[in-house]
């Protein structure tokens, strides 16, 4: 190690303390949020072609996760999806993509039982929508 990387280090030891960071520890998967599960809801959109539209009913299965990754598929008016997805370090915000599609789906947690899914894709076949989901118990 050069000799003012050495020097250097108690300073930013300090500042990654006085900022709250620490290293990444195993139990940290702990505190990651479980999305696996049926989640229905509300589909509305909003795009140049089809206009302010409410699909009905929207039914997202999410079959798997380990760790922050995930797959599912959802149904919707046109058929059935594929998708797979993260879920970010903030443990709220999710992205899922389909190898199928050109936008993505941004989404919130919302509580327990409870997200929001929102796809946007731009283009020829510009949309924006999102949906209220609930976890079936």
Known sequence: ????TFAALPVGLALAAILGWSPARADDEAHIPNLVGT????N???????????WGTKTVEITEQQDRRFRGHFTYAGG?????GVI???DISFTWVASDSHGYNHGRILGPDRIAACYVESGPEATAGCADLTRKK
């Not at 190690?1 to 003012?4: G, I």
């Not at 989640?39 to 509300?42: F, I, P, R």
């Not at 509305?44 to 409410?54: A, C, E, H, L, N």
């Open 44 to 54: 509305r959109t909003v795009s140049d072609k089809k206009g302010y539209r409410i």
């Open 1 to 4: 190690m050069h000799p003012r």
């Open 80 to 84: 059935t999806k594929s998708f797979f």
């Open 88 to 90: 970010y370090p903030d």
């Open 39 to 42: 989640w229905v809801g509300e």
